[in-house]
């Protein structure tokens, strides 16, 4: 019999993802570059399911049933490429190429039209969970042609993480509208994880407790809206102990993030599309600070702080404070992601159901969350909701944590503590609420130099000041309608 999917690429992604589909009863066809990786997986996991091995890549397209849904999870970059590239001659009209690695979606859309010529589907695929969502249910994210969900799309579903019996997998959009979205994700994360690190360092410094006793706040956290992965592994890292020096893990571990690029292409594509994503701007810019390490150098004990001692009476109401402040400030990061994911739909024709990101990343991803469900609740509303803060429900909750998060982002600026992404998330609030933005002085300004015109509130059409003449105004376009 034929295999009903294959698996090239059985590094640790591929190899779970492999045996994930083994254990949900699909037959699958197994293969890498390198043999040695594929013969471990049979060794090792063989009684998984059924796998049919391969050497070459000719064997392994011959053992699989048409139309061939053939999966890469290999390095993305030059390894995908180089794998499509050997499977094209081998696949007929039809047949199905998904790439599940973290592809930038600019290459995904390249590929797609690339295979489009030559009959093959491709989908480009999301996947988040890391190793061990691959293995037990990762949140999926497929892009590519609709005709192609159809045969693949419940394989896919299968294997996913289920959340009240839904799969957390469903069509995204065509081309690169998949990679796009865990791209997005992944941003998302950058925000959330520097939004928790955040609470976390205010709390230290704010009240001296130690990691220990932070993990049970962060545990404590977890029981209510801030429910999520982020929160319990938070509290798993402060509450361990390093065997060496029998300190906390997290006071010995050396302070600069590392980012693999998924923050960085976020951050790209929102200046590209013009979206504000202030929240994972300043993460993604946190660990860059982080890592700078002349700058830091050079600032470590010369720059003073004139701060006074910090002395925060009500040890409790202050946690709560940061609570709220966190709430807020994450809600904030997604509402500005979802913007992104809105903005690139529109730019590129995808046509992307926000509720259902928001549903399938409810599980097996690494931004898992309770408050998803509200999200997706949001978008079911109003499916073309100009603002997620304005939804009802979100600006209720944010109208609530108000006060405690502006008390906290003044205790921050008064003591020292750099919470860029509390205060950025507060700044952005405070922004698009506002009724008149100082943007008109901005306009003021082009004009002046550079008689880039301006709008006025009271009339149609576009002016400019004679600035260096007589300071008059002429009317530069449009005019009485
Ligand atoms: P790696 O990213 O470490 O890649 C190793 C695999 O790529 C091996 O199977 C290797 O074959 C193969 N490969 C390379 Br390298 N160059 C190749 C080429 N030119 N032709 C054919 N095969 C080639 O594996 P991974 O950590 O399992 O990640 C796989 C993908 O999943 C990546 O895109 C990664 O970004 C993504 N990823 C996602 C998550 C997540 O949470 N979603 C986590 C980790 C990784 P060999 O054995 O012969 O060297």
Redesign the pocket.
């Known amino acids: 019999r034929l295999a009903e999917i294959g698996v090239t690429?059985?590094?640790?992604?591929?190899r779970n993802l492999a045996r994930n589909f083994a254990r949900h009863g699909h037959r699958v066809a197994i293969h890498?570059?390198?043999y040695a990786?594929t013969q471990s997986l049979i060794d090792d996991h063989g009684d998984d399911g059924t796998f049919v091995p391969s050497e070459s890549m000719a064997d392994f397209v011959a053992s699989l049933e048409r139309p061939r849904r053939v999966l890469i999870?290999?390095?993305?970059g030059?390894?995908t490429d180089?794998?499509i590239e050997e499977l094209i001659p081998l696949l007929e009209e039809g047949d199905i190429v998904i790439d599940?690695?973290?592809a930038h979606f600019p290459d995904t859309i390249r590929r797609e039209n690339y295979l489009k010529e030559k009959g093959l589907h491709f989908v480009g695929t999301g996947?988040?969970?890391?190793?061990e969502?691959a293995l037990n249910g990762p949140s999926i994210m497929p892009g590519g042609s609709r005709e192609s969900y159809e045969s693949l799309g419940p394989l896919l579903e299968n294997i996913s993480a289920k959340v009240d019996d839904t799969p957390c997998c469903t069509y995204v959009g065509p081309d690169g509208a998949g990679h796009f979205v865990k791209m997005v994700h992944n941003g998302i994360e950058y925000a959330d994880m520097q939004l928790i690190a955040e609470a976390y360092d205010l709390i230290r410094q704010g009240t001296g407790k130690s990691a220990a006793e932070i993990a049970d706040i962060f545990r404590s956290w977890n029981e209510g809206d801030l429910e999520s992965f982020l929160i319990e592994i938070t509290a798993e890292v402060l509450a361990h102990v390093d065997a060496e020096t029998g300190q906390a893990l997290v006071d010995v571990i050396l302070d600069q993030a590392e980012q693999k690029g998924t923050g960085r292409w976020t951050v790209q594509n929102a200046l590209d599309l013009g979206v504000p994503i202030t929240g994972i701007a300043e993460a993604t810019f946190a660990r860059a600070l982080s890592g700078g390490v002349p700058q830091r150098e050079a600032a470590r004990g010369v720059l003073p702080a004139h701060t006074a001692d910090w002395a925060i009476d009500d040890g409790d109401a202050f946690v709560e404070d940061v609570r709220q402040a966190l709430y807020a400030s994450k809600v904030v990061a997604y509402s500005q992601g979802f913007d992104q994911i809105a903005a690139a739909s529109a730019e590129f024709g995808w046509d992307i159901d926000r509720g259902a990101m928001a549903r399938i990343w409810r599980g097996g991803c690494i931004i898992r969350a309770r408050f998803l469900n509200r999200i997706t609740e949001a978008y079911e509303r109003t499916p073309d909701l100009a603002l997620l803060i304005a939804d009802p429900y979100f600006t209720e909750a944010i109208s609530a944590a108000l006060p405690a998060w502006r008390r906290v982002v003044v205790a921050a600026a008064e003591h020292g503590i750099p919470t860029p992404a509390f205060s950025s998330s507060l700044a952005y609030y405070d922004g698009v609420r506002a009724d008149r933005l100082p943007a008109a002085l901005i306009q003021g300004q082009r004009d002046f130099f550079g008689a880039h015109t301006y709008r006025r509130v009271d009339k149609p059409g576009t002016f400019h000041t004679e600035w260096s003449l007589d300071r008059s105004e002429t009317q530069i376009s449009g005019g009485e309608a």
């Open positions: 690429g059985l590094a640790v992604m591929g890498n570059r390198t990786k999870m290999v390095k993305a030059a390894g180089a794998v599940a690695g973290n996947v988040s969970g890391g190793e969502g």
